[in-house]
C-alpha cells in the first residue's frame, strides 16, 4: 500500500447492517468465502477487473474510475490485485467509513441493550416506583397465562431468587443481571 492515506471508501448504497458481524471470527469466515468467490480464476488475488465483475453480478455496480480510486489504494506495489489481507484491510474501511469503528458499534449495541432491557422492566413495575414486588410479578404472569402465577409462595421464591440485597423485590440492577443470566434458545 502506498504511504499515502486511501481515499475514504464510499459505495453508492447503503449495505446492510449485517455488512460487518459483531463476532470477529465468523466475519473472518465470511469474508474469506467473499473473497473466494470474488477471485474467480483462484489466484490468491482479487484484480480490478474480478472486482468489478463480482459488484455487477450483485447488482452493486460501481463505475470504474471510482472502484480504481478506492480499491487500487489497497492493491500493493508490483501486485495485480488484492490479497486476503488487503482485501481484509479494504473491508475494515469500508465498515469504518460506513458504520463508524467496532468500538462505537459496540458501545451503542450496549446502549440498545440498556433501553430494552429498561422497557421490559417497566412492564413489569407497574407501579413505577423502580422496583418489582411479588405482587407486579404475580400480575404480569397471570397476564401471560402462566400456572406460577396461582402460587404467590411461588411467585416469592422467585423474588428470592434474584433479589440480591434481600429486600423483598427486585431493582432494575438484579433485574438486568437475572436477564443476562436467561438463554433464549432459537435466537
Known amino acids: 500500500m502506498d504511504a499515502a492515506a486511501p481515499p475514504k471508501p464510499s459505495l453508492s448504497k447503503k449495505p446492510s447492517p449485517s455488512f460487518r458481524l459483531r463476532n470477529g471470527s465468523l466475519n473472518a469466515l465470511r469474508l474469506r468465502r467473499v473473497f473466494d468467490l470474488f477471485d474467480r480464476n483462484g489466484d490468491g488475488e482479487i484484480t480490478l477487473d474480478e472486482m468489478a465483475s463480482a459488484l455487477d453480478t450483485l447488482g452493486l455496480g460501481a463505475d470504474r474510475p471510482s472502484l480504481e480510486a478506492t480499491v487500487g489504494a489497497y492493491i500493493p506495489a508490483g501486485a495485480a490485485g488484492l490479497g486476503f489481507e488487503d482485501f481484509e484491510s479494504l473491508h475494515r474501511a469500508l465498515g469504518d467509513a460506513l458504520f463508524g469503528p467496532i468500538a462505537e458499534e459496540e458501545e451503542l449495541r450496549k446502549e440498545d441493550e440498556e433501553g430494552d432491557m429498561k422497557e421490559a422492566f417497566r412492564v413489569f413495575d407497574e407501579n ?3 422496583f418489582i414486588s411479588a405482587a407486579e ?3 404480569v404472569l397471570k397476564k401471560l397465562g402462566l400456572a406460577e402465577a396461582r402460587n404467590l409462595a411461588a411467585v416469592q421464591e422467585m423474588i ?3 433479589d440480591r440485597d434481600r429486600d423483598g423485590q427486585v431493582d432494575f440492577g438484579e433485574f438486568k443481571v437475572m436477564m443476562q443470566g436467561i ?4 435466537a
Open 128 to 130: 413505577g416506583d423502580g
Open 183 to 186: 438463554t433464549v434458545w432459537g
Open 160 to 162: 428470592c431468587n434474584v
Open 137 to 139: 410479578l404475580q400480575a
